[in-house]
């Protein structure tokens, strides 16, 4: 006897492999899902950068900033401290002016 092979329709075939579809799917669906997290991160990774390189200049201004004032109050308490000598002299030759009144009115 001479066995006729029956051709199966696709609806047979897909119903044998019904398991192989639902693992394709996943496959798909995982790849997908795994560019596109990729992608965003990429993004994110992006944005960061931005933010940090723009964050470092305004650290780079601030520490300019920060010298500035630093050279300023130098400057300031320096003046003061000659302020405090100029009146510490000024005080000292008006006491000396005072024994010099006092012994010319002797």
């Known amino acids: ?8 329709s696709k609806l047979d075939w897909f119903k044998k492999n019904i398991v192989i579809v639902h693992v394709v799917g996943a496959i798909l669906a995982g790849t997908f899902t795994s560019v596109r997290y990729v992608l965003t991160m990429t993004d994110t990774i992006q944005v960061n950068k931005e933010i940090l390189t ?6 780079e201004i601030q520490k300019e900033m920060v ?3 630093k050279q300023r109050l130098a400057r300031a308490e320096a003046t003061w401290d000659m302020a405090e000598n100029i009146f510490q002299q000024l005080a000292d030759q008006v006491r000396q002016h005072e024994y010099d009144i006092k012994d010319l009115n002797r």
């Not at 006897?1 to 199966?8: D, E, R, S, V």
């Not at 723009?54 to 650290?59: A, C, E, M, R």
């Open 1 to 8: 006897m001479i066995k006729i092979k029956k051709n199966k």
């Open 54 to 59: 723009q964050v470092t200049k305004d650290l």
């Open 67 to 69: 010298n500035d004032i």
